[in-house]
């Protein structure tokens, strides 16, 4: 048991302790999704902080103020306790931030924007470093990269089909509605809208029957990839809008359950 007059210590002590990250730090575009992931888990209101907490998160995300977070030494699945450690540290007015295109310490850059470090109270050091927003963050950063990255070939098909002057009739929507995928299908129905109008594009019997698999297999082979993205992007958006801390608290306090939900469950 820990007495109630050395509850704000054990969270100090508790954040200290697991701020043991090393290598180098998380893009800053990364650190900023961990700090806007981890204010989102705790705004669900069952990780037991007071709204200061959750307003000073707010308040480094509006004054671009960035935790320099190491990459290594997290638990991922388990909970990120270590990245997100020193995440908290910047909440306390301790650590490093990037903050103006610069690397210093966080009270500096708190003190030009005029934030006040928090001192924290029963839970909230628990609350702020039990979760997955480490993973989650990069996990969403990479998506976004790669849901561009897919469309990007798509463009890239379309000016393909122009050059070699494909046949637009592989794209059809009979052709694509009969097969069931509804990726496949849309892959189609956009490849079908970049080529429209082209004056390089062929119809079938006009140069050839066919073109090769290549070309005219464009939306099943895209279509998988999206496939894939979208159950990525299932995943992220459940993990996103989760509460993933341990305990949890329900019931204004009257209930309170240790579970496993910071463990990811992909």
């Not at 902080?49 to 388990?78: C, K, M, W």
């Not at 990255?149 to 592989?170: F, N, P, Y």
Request: aromatic share 4%.
């Amino acid at each position: 048991m820990i007495d109630a007059e050395d509850a704000e210590q054990l969270q100090w002590n508790l954040i200290h302790s697991h701020a043991c990250g090393v290598g180098e730090p998380f893009p800053e575009v990364v650190s900023r999704a961990m700090v806007l992931l981890r204010a989102n888990a705790l705004l669900k209101g069952f990780s037991g902080v007071r709204p200061v907490v959750i307003e000073r998160l707010i308040d480094l995300l509006n004054a671009h103020i960035h935790p320099v977070i190491p990459q290594q030494g997290s638990l991922g699945a388990s909970g990120d306790l270590a990245p997100l450690s020193h995440l908290a540290l910047v909440l306390m007015g301790e650590g490093e931030v990037f903050y103006k295109g610069e690397r210093m310490e966080a009270i500096v850059a708190l003190s030009k924007e005029g934030i006040l470090p928090v001192t924290l109270k029963a839970k909230e050091g628990l609350a702020l470093i039990n979760g997955t927003q480490a993973m989650t963050g990069m996990g969403l950063v990479n998506y976004i990269e790669a849901e561009q990255l897919a469309h990007q070939t798509e463009a890239i098909a379309s000016l393909t089909l122009e050059g070699l002057r494909g046949i637009e009739d592989a794209f059809d929507p009979d052709v694509h509605l009969a097969r069931g995928y509804r990726q496949q299908t849309e892959v189609a129905e956009r490849i079908s809208r970049m080529i429209s109008g082209s004056q390089l594009i062929t119809k079938q019997g006009e140069l050839r029957v066919q073109d090769a698999y290549s070309l005219r297999c464009i939306p099943q082979v895209h279509g998988a990839s999206w496939q894939t993205l979208d159950y990525v992007k299932e995943k992220l958006e459940i993990e996103m809008n989760a509460a993933t801390d341990n305990p949890l608290i329900f019931d204004d306090g009257e209930k309170v359950i240790s579970g496993g939900t910071s463990m990811a469950s992909r």
